[in-house]
């Protein structure tokens, strides 16, 4: 049975690393619905829902993608970029090793999972502010052995990779060209994100389902004249944490 892994809200979110966005205040038990009801919407789509840990004194624990990347023989858990966030991964591991064989990230590597867009045995990793060329190349080493290619993405304009692009069906993506160059991907079927709409890039795809932010309509129109069929969630809270869908679980598979 498929899983996501996800973790309850650290009462400290308001606390959250920012890096694009100025600070605004976070509804505590409104992110707390909001993210119960994305549980339900993975659940609804099949996945098992298992939490880790609360990590009370963690700001950004809920953002449990940029503690491991999983694949489909080994789960590497990251060393995130941002120092108040390395901790998040003991916990994560715990639980992915009842799942998958584990290989880690180390020191002077850093790696957030947010930056690692899986297109078949591409992997694509963003390198930002939180991950840096020797984790990338970590990363390349432990997988090359499972026949992954690894190919660096510069970014500066936003968080993550995946803040830029993400995968929306096999092979096709969903990306926003001002802030990632769309030529590293040319070989594969691109969707343009609405203009006015510069954060609708971050989709979570479960199984032929987007898991989509109610905060942009105009590109979930494109979504869905595309023939993709989209799950509505509203995410406006941890989207002031700089939090998207993907961010917000870990699939295992
Ligand atoms: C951070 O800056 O680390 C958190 N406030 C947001 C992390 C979002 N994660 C993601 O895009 N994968």
Same mark, same amino acid.
């Given at each position: 049975?498929?899983?996501?892994?996800?973790?309850?809200?650290?009462?400290?979110?308001?606390?959250?690393?920012?890096?694009?966005?100025?600070?605004?205040?976070?509804?505590?038990?409104?992110?707390?619905?909001?993210?119960?009801?994305?549980?339900?919407?993975?659940?609804?789509?099949?996945?098992?829902?298992?939490?880790?840990?609360?990590?009370?004194?963690?700001?950004?624990?809920?953002?449990?993608?940029?503690?491991?990347? !999983?694949?489909? /023989?080994?789960?590497?858990?990251?060393?995130? #970029?941002? =120092?108040?966030?390395?901790?998040? *991964?003991?916990? &994560?591991?715990?639980?992915?090793?009842?799942?998958?064989?584990? !290989?880690?990230? /180390?020191?002077?590597?850093?790696?957030?999972? #947010?930056? =690692?867009?899986?297109?078949?045995? *591409?992997?694509? &990793?963003?390198?930002?502010?939180r991950t840096n060329q020797a984790g990338r190349g970590q990363l390349e080493t432990a997988l090359a052995r499972f026949g992954y290619r690894v190919r660096g993405v510069p970014l500066s304009k936003c968080l993550h990779l995946k803040s830029a692009v993400t995968l929306i069906a096999p092979d096709r993506l969903l990306l926003n060209p001002r802030w990632v160059d769309a030529s590293h991907f040319s070989y594969l079927r691109l969707l343009e994100v609405d203009p006015g709409e510069p954060f609708a890039a971050n989709a979570l795809l479960v199984g032929e389902t987007l898991v989509y932010p109610n905060a942009h309509p105009r590109t979930r129109e494109r979504l869905e004249n595309a023939g993709l069929s989209v799950l509505g969630v509203d995410q406006s809270e941890l989207a002031k944490a700089e939090g998207g869908v993907t961010c917000c679980s870990l699939i295992v598979g």
């Open positions: 049975m498929p899983t996501a892994i996800t973790r309850p809200l650290s009462p400290k979110i308001v606390d959250c690393e920012l890096t694009h966005l100025e600070r605004t205040p976070i509804h505590f038990e409104a992110a707390q619905q909001q993210h119960f009801e994305y549980e339900q919407a993975l659940a609804s789509l099949g996945l098992t829902v298992e939490h880790l840990p609360e990590l009370p004194e963690f700001p950004d624990g809920v953002f449990v993608e940029d503690t491991a990347v !999983v694949l489909p /023989e080994v789960a590497v858990v990251t060393r995130p #970029g941002a =120092v108040s966030r390395r901790e998040e *991964t003991v916990t &994560v591991a715990a639980a992915l090793a009842q799942y998958r064989p584990l !290989v880690s990230i /180390e020191a002077p590597g850093t790696l957030d999972g #947010g930056d =690692v867009l899986c297109v078949g045995r *591409t992997l694509y &990793v963003g390198l930002s502010r």
